[in-house]
């Protein structure tokens, strides 16, 4: 049994402190979500509230991300019409956002 072991809400047995998570947003991703809608790193920051060095340096791969990080940047995301898909093995990809149309 781990030091500093916890019970979660589901009953899983785990290491206390941020858990690992299956990120939806990888560097990569943001960086081909960025590119699909032509915006630059201070664009994506102005539109989700994160900071521009945040960005920079999750892209580069030299820190992760908070939980609630992720979710500023997925949000801005979709609201500039991206949607996240769920592919085979895993992984996630990037595609046009899906409009609602009045009928």
């Known amino acids: 049994m781990p030091y500093m072991g916890n019970v979660d809400q589901y009953g899983q047995?785990?290491?206390?402190?941020?858990?690992?998570?299956?990120?939806?947003?990888?560097?990569?991703?943001?960086?081909?979500?960025?590119?699909?809608?032509?915006?630059?790193?201070?664009d994506l920051a102005e539109r989700s509230g994160?900071?521009?060095?945040?960005?920079?340096?999750?892209?580069?791969?030299?820190?992760?991300?908070?939980?609630?990080?992720?979710?500023?940047?997925?949000l801005a995301f979709e609201e500039g019409g991206v949607a996240f898909v769920h592919m085979e093995g895993g992984h996630f990809g990037v595609c046009p956002r899906a409009v609602q149309t009045r009928q």
């Open 50 to 74: 994160v900071s521009r060095s945040t960005i920079r340096d999750y892209e580069g791969s030299r820190h992760d991300l908070h939980r609630a990080t992720e979710a500023q940047l997925r």
């Open 13 to 42: 047995f785990g290491e206390m402190g941020q858990a690992a998570k299956n990120a939806i947003l990888t560097p990569a991703l943001c960086r081909a979500a960025r590119g699909f809608l032509d915006w630059t790193q201070t």
